[in-house]
């Protein structure tokens, strides 16, 4: 009981919640109607019962349906100002959030309204809440590479609104190699950059993502376990890993959360921070609800706690002059 008031009081950072993963099925059944989109679903609790996964696959699958709902500024905006609105008691100071803004733009919809809107929400929130944020640009594995450099190109007009690059969507079929000159344009940009790799792919997509793209963090990672040289390296680099715990064990990438390589990576040194990936997918579970998660079935200590909670702010991309508001 105390050790879980404990970690509910731990202040926490985000560093892995991709934004349209956290669209709870009451919000995009308003959104869908007053733009106009047909959604397969009759009611929120349809979309619910929807929300159960045997592969990342199936999951992607759903997800990216829901993607189709967002067409104005507004809509982004209640996007992420639900999600903060969420999560403001739960003693979260900051969020580094992904939006996958290539899913929006493929369908016409202007970068301008999707950074605009997301951007004014991050400034009301952190008035309303005390919540601090980034926005990561995610861009996505199952459109070609040159179709991410498209919108990189047209994203420098936003750069003062965008603090870094990640890449998500399946890595089956796609090596890191793919992907050098779009990580190199984003890195020449000033961005800081990130991606998924090692949550279905191997250890060497997590070594490749390391030494040909230069990422700071490591979202998932899990496949690195295999190869104790690639957990070394992850551990040498300082490249921390954005676990995402319960997303693990729901799309049936870890057997339950003992089995994911969690203790491992502790043991190894590296820094790790838990993190909620797409809350509202599954079961409504944000940040706290995965810290609680591990706790209740792994037992942590008070110490690995602590640094665990220290990573995160370590991890994030927040200025070095700016990180004592975090503790
Ligand atoms: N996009 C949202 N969640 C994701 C996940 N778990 N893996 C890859 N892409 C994603
Ligand atoms: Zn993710």
């Given at each position: 009981e105390t050790k879980l008031q404990f970690i509910h009081d731990l202040p926490k950072v985000e560093l892995h919640m991709h934004l349209e993963g956290s669209l709870e099925p009451e919000l995009m059944f308003e959104i869908a109607k007053r733009n106009n989109v047909p959604i397969p679903f009759d009611s929120p609790e349809d979309i619910r019962k929807a929300s159960?996964?045997?592969s990342l696959q199936e999951f992607l699958d759903l997800y990216y349906l829901g993607h189709k709902v967002f067409r104005t500024r507004r809509d982004f905006y209640d996007l992420i100002y639900a999600y903060f609105k969420r999560v403001?008691?739960?003693?979260?100071?900051?969020a580094e959030l992904f939006f996958e803004a290539q899913e929006h733009t493929n369908r016409g919809v202007p970068l301008e309204e999707i950074v605009m809107g997301l951007h004014e929400g991050c400034v009301q929130a952190e008035k309303d809440f005390g919540i601090t944020s980034d926005l990561i640009l995610c861009l996505l594995r199952h459109f070609p590479p040159e179709n991410m450099m498209d919108l990189l190109k047209q994203a420098v007009a936003f750069k003062q609104y965008i603090k870094g690059v990640g890449m998500s969507s399946s890595e089956a079929g796609c090596?890191?190699?793919?992907y050098v000159d779009i990580f190199q344009f984003a890195k020449d940009q000033g961005w800081h950059v990130t991606s998924h790799t090692g949550?279905?792919?191997?250890p060497e997509y997590v070594r490749d993502s390391i030494e040909?793209?230069?990422?700071e963090r490591c979202d998932?990672?899990?496949?690195?376990?295999?190869?104790p040289a690639v957990v070394k390296l992850l551990a040498d680099k300082k490249v921390g890993v954005t676990m995402c715990p319960i997303s693990n064990v729901l799309l049936k990438v870890t057997e339950s959360i003992p089995y994911s390589p969690i203790r491992q990576y502790l043991d190894a040194n590296c820094k790790v921070c838990f993190n909620s990936d797409d809350p509202s997918y599954f079961g409504s579970t944000y940040i706290d609800e995965n810290y609680v998660a591990v706790e209740k079935e792994m037992g942590l200590s008070v110490a690995e706690w602590v640094k665990i909670a220290q990573d995160g702010i370590d991890m994030s991309w927040v200025e070095q002059d700016e990180r004592k508001k975090l503790q």
């Open positions: 159960v996964f045997n403001s008691t739960g003693n979260l100071r900051h090596p890191p190699s793919l949550e279905i792919g191997p040909l793209l230069g990422i998932h990672g899990i496949g690195a376990r295999s190869d």
